[in-house]
């Protein structure tokens, strides 16, 4: 079955990069829309970037824009979140997720989604 | 950014209780949204999608409507399971939004 399973998130001091996995599999990762989700402590959901199945399209949400950036690489089944200049503002779970579109489309609702990883940003 | 509002941020029920949750786009997103469940540490998991659309494995307790900027999500019998948060999210235009969530506990 299809399984994403994020690494890479701990404690980082603010002003500081930290780069995010998410390694896919049970699925044609390389036909398929990613995208990265997060939620801070306590709080709601926020949507922080998409890429189309073979890195020619993303989005990214205002927030994070400029310092982040989303990747893939299709021979290894994963997707990548380059996160630079971290504020206290970036700490949450960040969750990769699937496009449920698949076939070079996107359909922007997600499914289904990593365990998460999480992000503290503290000095 | 197109605004998402969820109401209520939160209520009480019992199981065997119909209940619904309203969602309120800032701008017409067509159907073009859909709604996820979300328990404790848990990630989100899809319920419906383009409004009304259940996605496969959900109960058919859940349903969805609307269209426009006015959206609602129901739940015909409330099970001990469903006890969560439920969160809309518009797919209209970038950047994704989601509502701020509505948690559905025990009374």
């Known amino acids: 079955q299809v399984q994403l399973v994020e690494s890479g998130g701990g404690v980082v001091q603010p002003g500081r990069s930290l780069r995010l996995s998410c390694a896919a599999s049970g699925f044609t990762f390389s036909t398929y829309g990613m995208h990265w989700v997060r939620q801070a402590p306590g709080k709601g959901l926020e949507w922080v970037a998409i890429?189309?199945?073979?890195?020619?399209?993303?989005y990214y949400a205002d927030s994070v824009k400029g310092r982040f950036t989303i990747s893939r690489d299709n021979s290894k089944n994963t997707l990548y979140l380059q996160m630079n200049s971290l504020t206290t503002e970036d700490a949450a779970v960040y969750y990769c997720?699937?496009?449920?579109?698949?076939?070079?489309?996107?359909?922007?609702?997600?499914?289904?989604w990593g365990q998460g990883t999480l992000v503290t940003v503290s000095s | 950014a197109i605004r998402m509002t969820q109401s209520p941020s939160s209520f009480s029920a019992s199981t065997g209780d119909r209940v619904t949750i309203t969602c309120r786009a800032s701008q017409g997103i067509s159907s073009y949204l859909a709604w996820y469940q979300q328990k404790p540490g848990k990630a989100p998991n899809l319920l419906i999608y383009?409004?009304?659309t259940l996605q496969s494995g959900v109960p058919s307790r859940f349903s969805g409507s609307g269209s426009g900027t006015d959206f609602t999500l129901t739940i015909s019998c409330l099970q001990s399971e469903d006890f969560a948060t439920y969160y809309c999210q518009q797919y209209y235009s970038y950047p994704l939004t989601f509502g701020g969530g509505t948690k559905v506990e025990i009374k």
């Open positions: 890429i189309s199945y073979d890195g020619t399209n993303i």
């Open positions: 383009a409004a009304s």
């Open positions: 997720a699937k496009d449920q579109a698949g076939r070079g489309r996107v359909y922007n609702w997600f499914d289904p």
